[in-house]
């Protein structure tokens, strides 16, 4: 397949795709081997920048990302649980490059609740992403214990769960058909724990988690091949406000996250792995809750290297981005949100869609009640 004549098209610098290509082996050919999946790729891309490359090793994002994450904080800080006061449910689906064949999508179900005992939160988080040829499921069991402190809480929480990465390598249709690389399928069981914390009160929140703690070697025993493919521990950090401006009829709410790989990697008992580490991605969002029903917001998000592998340091704005919630009386939610890309990659996708349902409800009372702010 000749690849020259794409290496003009476009250059994408684009978070979602690198954490899957972090996964993939032999990520430092791959650009010489561009393939195309067997139900066709619709667009070539030009992978050289969607990583960063030290030797034969590489790490960018692996974990999905969300532009509503504020209504599915469960999936990445165990501490979450039960910090609504009441039983909350979601699901929420995101489609990311929809016109792009084997672009990413993600769906996740969340439920968590406090325990009678309201010191006590529990939850359940499910979620399945799939980029290409690979499927990560994963099911996690959330408990967090509350602290009081005055009017606000502090909510140290843990999980456990597991996860089945799949990777379908023999599904592929590549132009070198004897590369060791992609001759055996990978389908790992993974075992994992993650820790959080979750500082909160009516009008402030702060929180920070590592959902995944135990990293493993997603190559190992499938191939003879120098390749290092590995998933890694993510960091998480966020926090937010609200700000009545005219009481509960509209309150403003400005929210942050950020989003690190590799922060750790220093004191890796590996080698070859100390200075490997992936662009801090962090999303801001601006948004205004209307009369505790209607919620409208905009975000920007970005990524940005601290100590970048290249001599020059490396940024990158990636998308901007809408959403809108609506509570209805019964309690049920729905949201939807849209992500246009600032990268190159508009020329060839209209960007990443959203669709968000839930159901908040009190059940010591038996009935739907207002919502809190977080």
Same mark, same amino acid.
């Given at each position: ?33 561009? *393939? ?9 891309? /030009?992978?050289?920048? *969607? ?7 590489? *790490? ?73 040829? /690979? ?164 975000? *920007? ?68 009640? /207002?919502?809190?702010?977080?």
């Amino acid at each position: 397949m000749d690849t020259s004549k794409f290496n003009d098209k476009f250059t994408v610098s684009c978070e979602q795709l690198a954490r899957q290509l972090s996964a993939t082996p032999n990520i430092t050919t791959i650009q010489s081997r561009i *393939f195309q999946n067997s139900f066709t790729m619709k667009k070539a891309l /030009t992978l050289s920048m *969607f990583v960063l490359l030290l030797g034969k090793m590489a *790490f960018a994002q692996q974990e999905p990302m969300f532009t509503k994450y504020m209504f599915n904080s469960l999936v990445f800080n165990p501490a979450y649980a039960g910090s609504k006061e009441y039983l909350s449910l979601g699901l929420l689906h995101r489609s990311q490059w929809v016109e792009i064949d084997g672009a990413p999508t993600t769906q996740t179900l969340t439920a968590h609740t406090p325990l009678r005992n309201e010191r006590v939160g529990v939850g359940l988080s499910v979620a399945n992403d799939i980029i290409g040829p /690979t499927r990560t499921t994963g099911v996690n069991l959330a408990y967090a214990y509350r602290i009081p402190m005055g009017k606000s809480k502090l909510s140290i929480g843990i999980q456990g769960g597991i996860q089945n990465y799949n990777a379908n390598w023999k599904g592929l249709v590549i132009e070198d058909q004897t590369d060791d690389v992609f001759q055996e399928n990978v389908n790992l069981i993974l075992p994992n724990f993650g820790m959080g914390l979750y500082f909160s009160n009516e009008h402030f929140y702060v929180g920070a988690s590592s959902p995944r703690l135990v990293e493993y070697d997603l190559r190992e025993g499938t191939s003879n091949t120098d390749i290092y493919a590995r998933a890694v521990r993510h960091f998480y950090f966020t926090t937010g406000a609200a700000i009545p401006l005219k009481g509960d009829a509209l309150v403003f709410k400005p929210s942050f996250l950020w989003k690190n790989v590799g922060a750790d990697k220093r004191l890796s008992k590996l080698q070859p792995f100390r200075d490997i580490a992936a662009p801090n991605e962090f999303d801001i969002d601006l948004s205004l809750l209307f009369q505790q029903t209607l919620w409208v917001g905009a975000s *920007f998000r970005s990524a940005f290297s601290i100590k970048p592998i290249e001599s020059t340091p490396r940024s990158s704005v990636e998308s901007a981005d809408v959403w809108v919630s609506y509570l209805l009386k019964n309690g049920l939610r729905i949201g939807a949100a849209y992500d246009y890309p600032l990268t190159d990659l508009n020329k060839v996708t209209s960007g990443a869609f959203e669709l968000m349902v839930g159901y908040e409800f009190d059940f010591r009372e038996n009935k739907v009640i /207002t919502p809190r702010y977080f």
